[in-house]
């Protein structure tokens, strides 16, 4: 069959598979409020403003507030949910690549994950989601915390658990896009950090007087990983260090500053770890753009003593462009991202990795993608997106859904 009439023929496959899926259950939080997913999110899984409000006040509305949402048992200190919030998020896709082994995918479904979020009494809420089916693979719990809000009824949260350390950034859980914001998922040389999930505690204060958030974080450092023998997730005696400054400029946006600073230890060598770089966030009418630049430094990556091989800077940007044409609960979007990441290992001789004797995973990336999303329902969006990889100068286009029950 010729390759365009197979491109269309997948295309409206996944339409037609869309379609038919059930859409008409509504997630958790607008299950107990009664109220419109486009409440929270433009659209899901994207925030709002007040989406952003519910979820820092621990997914409660305090003017909506009722004893019959809970079960207290007489005891004051005790405040149940009166049903259990549970919802699930569906997404399956179709797509071609051009130039790959494998140029044709169905992936449907690429991801299936539980979510329970809620109150645990009042100004403490949680949150949490399992990932039973991501990539053909069972996940597992991915973002899991118990949230403090307004602590000493100050303007300091606390949220302790397991969260990725680019929350404050960029959320990719919220991203509009199959495309990743990817220099946050990228680790160099053998280290095991990056900016994706890891364990540790959250601190959100807000003054409100400058219109100033300060995000602070103290966390393992090695990601989500399983326990060793002994019970402890860390591997070494390090803890991690993240700071985030954001200050908003009246109604148009915000500028903030990243820096991340830790250590990795592998034997007795170890490896520092820096990030650090600038974010903007501007929006006007109908188009928002969020911008980050982001360095990364590593003093020894590779746990060696191959001068070569250290003090390795690694630089990533990802610039995202949303067009919302109506602001009250429009039904398509378009989405621009862009995304581009270069690392001192790419400019390394063979020379060098062969007397290492090991192997080095290039990291140069850079490419340029559009994306269009259409809600056929309130939770039930279609995605159709065309990535151009100008780096190894090929095409992906990616068509699917991504559903909330």
Not at 25 to 32: E, G, I, L, S, W
Not at 68 to 78: K, N, P, W
Not at 202 to 219: A, K, P, R, S
Request: hydrophobic share 35%; glycine share 10%.
């Amino acid at each position: 069959m010729n390759r365009k009439y197979w491109i269309a023929s997948l295309f409206l496959l996944v339409f037609i598979f869309t379609i038919v899926i059930e859409a008409h259950a509504v997630p958790a939080f607008a299950r107990k409020y009664k109220l419109s997913c486009s409440t929270c999110h433009a659209p899901f899984p994207k925030l709002k403003p007040y989406g952003d409000d519910f979820a820092g006040a621990g997914f409660i509305l305090e003017e909506e507030e009722s004893e019959r949402y809970y079960v207290s048992a007489g005891d004051e200190l005790l405040w149940l949910n009166r049903t259990f919030p549970l919802a699930a998020r569906l997404e399956g896709y179709g797509q071609y690549e051009g130039d790959q082994d494998v140029e044709s995918d169905l992936q449907t479904p690429y991801g299936l994950k539980l979510m329970s979020g809620g109150t645990l009494y009042k100004s403490i809420g949680y949150y949490f989601y399992f990932y039973m089916d991501e990539a053909g693979e069972v996940a597992g719990v991915e973002d899991a915390y118990v949230h403090f809000d307004n602590v000493f009824k100050s303007n300091l949260d606390i949220m302790v658990g397991q969260f990725q350390t680019s929350d404050p950034l960029m959320k990719r859980e919220l991203r509009l896009t199959y495309e990743d914001y990817e220099i946050y998922t990228r680790s160099v040389g053998l280290s095991y950090t990056n900016l994706t999930y890891d364990r540790g505690v959250m601190l959100v204060y807000g003054i409100e007087q400058t219109g100033t958030d300060v995000v602070g974080m103290i966390i393992n450092g090695n990601g989500k990983v399983e326990s060793g023998s002994d019970h402890k997730f860390d591997f070494d005696t390090n803890k991690n260090f993240g700071l985030r400054i954001n200050q908003g400029v009246g109604s148009l946006g915000s500028i903030g500053l990243y820096y991340y600073n830790g250590a990795e230890q592998k034997g007795n060598i170890e490896n520092k770890i820096t990030y650090w770089g600038p974010d903007i966030n501007v929006s006007a009418g109908p188009l928002e753009l969020t911008a980050q630049y982001m360095v990364r430094e590593d003093s020894s990556p590779f746990f060696g003593s191959w001068e070569a091989l250290q003090d390795i800077q690694t630089t990533g940007i990802v610039a995202e462009l949303i067009f919302s044409p109506y602001p009250d609960r429009p039904r398509w979007y378009l989405t621009a991202l862009y995304n581009r990441i270069e690392s001192d290992l790419d400019d390394l001789e063979n020379e060098a990795a062969e007397y290492a004797g090991i192997n080095i995973d290039p990291l140069a990336y850079h490419t340029a993608t559009l994306s269009g999303t259409y809600l056929l329902t309130r939770n039930l969006r279609l995605l159709c997106e065309y990535t151009y990889d100008l780096e190894y100068e090929f095409n992906r286009i990616t068509a699917g859904f991504v559903t909330g029950m």
